[in-house]
């Protein structure tokens, strides 16, 4: 809904603060607590580190795994069925003209609808589909990142542990503690 109001505005969803060169933005319904010690971590790291403290508020760069999931902030019926075909098949891969296929549609069709709705390219919500889909069962299970990486399609864990670290900002312990 954002991009289709604002479409002159660069949305990074990657992110829950986010630096231009005249402001400073934030998302989500308690980003401005992120934000506030974001500005006072700018002039003091021990300052935003004792208000967090008082505030109750754990330590994090990114809220990345709090974020509504896509899938809930959209009602497009071809992206509904594009997600579904594609968490049945997260394990065994991606492929465009399945996925095409699947959602009734053509794939530059497929392919610009998801831009357009959830500013990705189909193989790039695939992808989060599986971090999203990693990142539970890390925190709601005890299987090896190999045997979680296995499930949600990727070859083993070193490929796991690198992407969450990339996307989410956060280890394999880290999400295993809940932090």
Known sequence: MFRQRYPNVTLDESR???NSTRFTTAGAALAHVDLA????????????ALVARYL??????SQAEFVIPDHLAHADPMVERFECWARRRLAQG???AEAASAAGTSERTLAR?????????PLSYFQD??????????RTGNASV???AAQVGYS????????????????????????
């Open 37 to 48: 010690l974001r500005i006072i971590r700018e002039r003091s790291p021990a300052l935003a």
């Open 113 to 121: 609808r998801l831009q357009s709705v959830l500013g990705k390219t």
């Open 129 to 138: 589909l599986r971090v999203e889909h990693a990142v539970h069962l890390l």
């Open 94 to 96: 991606f492929s465009l």
């Open 56 to 61: 109750l508020v754990e330590a994090r760069s």
């Open 146 to 148: 190999d045997q979680v």
């Open 16 to 18: 829950m603060i986010v």
């Open 156 to 179: 083993d864990g070193v490929t796991l542990r690198a992407l969450l670290r990339r996307k989410l900002g956060r280890g394999v312990r880290e999400l295993r503690r809940g932090g």
